[in-house]
């Protein structure tokens, strides 16, 4: 399965920015998708992730009451709503979808990544 990413940006702290993510290849009804995050040196960090129908969703606690996850399973899509953004936030976010295990902060189960996309957040 391939995933695409976009909807990255440059937003002032405060603002708000939404992840896509479309899957092919494959429906992408048939995983658990979800998004991780990375800065220059650091190891990728979990941000959320959903189960196959949409059933259960996950957060990390730095995206908790900011970050909405969600899906369409008729689109192949996944999508990050991220409000209420800090500087903090800065960093490229990578999809990632697993069809085993739902995405939930284990980023070694992973079996597919999207490339980035770039999100900056300015003070």
């Known amino acids: 399965v391939q995933l695409q990413a976009s909807g990255g940006g440059l937003v002032q702290a405060g603002g708000s920015l939404r992840l896509s993510c479309a899957a092919s290849?494959?429906?992408?009804?048939?995983?658990?998708m979800g998004w991780f995050r990375q800065t220059a040196g650091k190891e990728r960090r979990f941000v959320s992730g959903i189960s196959w129908n949409g059933g259960r969703t996950y957060y990390a606690d730095s995206a908790k009451g900011r970050f909405t996850i969600s899906r369409d399973n008729a689109k192949n899509t996944v999508y990050l709503q991220m409000n209420s953004l800090k500087p903090e936030d800065t960093a490229v976010y990578y999809c990632?979808?697993?069809?085993?295990?739902?995405?939930?902060?284990?980023?070694?189960?992973?079996?597919?990544w999207g490339q980035g996309t770039q999100v900056t957040v300015s003070s």
């Open positions: 290849g494959r429906p992408g009804s048939y995983y658990s």
């Open positions: 990632a979808a697993d069809e085993f295990e739902d995405v939930a902060g284990n980023v070694q189960s992973i079996h597919y």
